[in-house]
Nanobody, 119 residues
Framework: QPRLVESGGGWVQPGDSLTLSCKFS?????IGWFRQVSGSERELVSC???????IIERSEKGRFAISRDNSKNTVYLQMNNLKPEDTADYYC????????????????WGQGTQVTVSS
């Protein structure tokens, strides 16, 4: 079972940028970034295949960008021009990606990192 550890969350002001990191163990797999607002379902933000050749962007297309460096066993989520509505717990998950169907199914979760956007 792979282990995933998120980091990089914190408090920022509207308009700021933040980069989240997801360090994973084991064989590189597709990794998805998801977020959850208290009381709501966890939603897909973006997903990247094991070698980075396929990316699914579900939420915040244009402001958020996913990337990975398998030499560092890390997947990143670059978030720009953050808004208060981006406030959430962000999770990465080893996932099963189907680019043709535009789906990313999470399998193993990290523990999450909190992002708060507030002035």
């Amino acid at each position: 079972q792979p282990r995933l550890v998120e980091s990089g969350g914190g408090w920022v002001q509207p308009g700021d940028s933040l980069t989240l990191s997801c360090k994973f163990s084991g064989f590189p797999s597709a990794i998805g970034w998801f977020r959850q607002v208290s009381g709501s379902e966890r939603e897909l933000v973006s997903c990247i295949s094991s070698l980075g050749e396929n990316i699914i962007e579900r939420s915040e297309k244009g402001r958020f960008a996913i990337s990975r460096d398998n030499s560092k066993n890390t997947v990143y989520l670059q978030m720009n021009n953050l808004k208060p509505e981006d406030t959430a717990d962000y999770y990465c998950a080893a996932s099963f990606i189907r680019p043709a169907e535009n789906t990313c199914r999470p399998i193993y979760w990290g523990q999450g990192t909190q992002v708060t956007v507030s002035s």
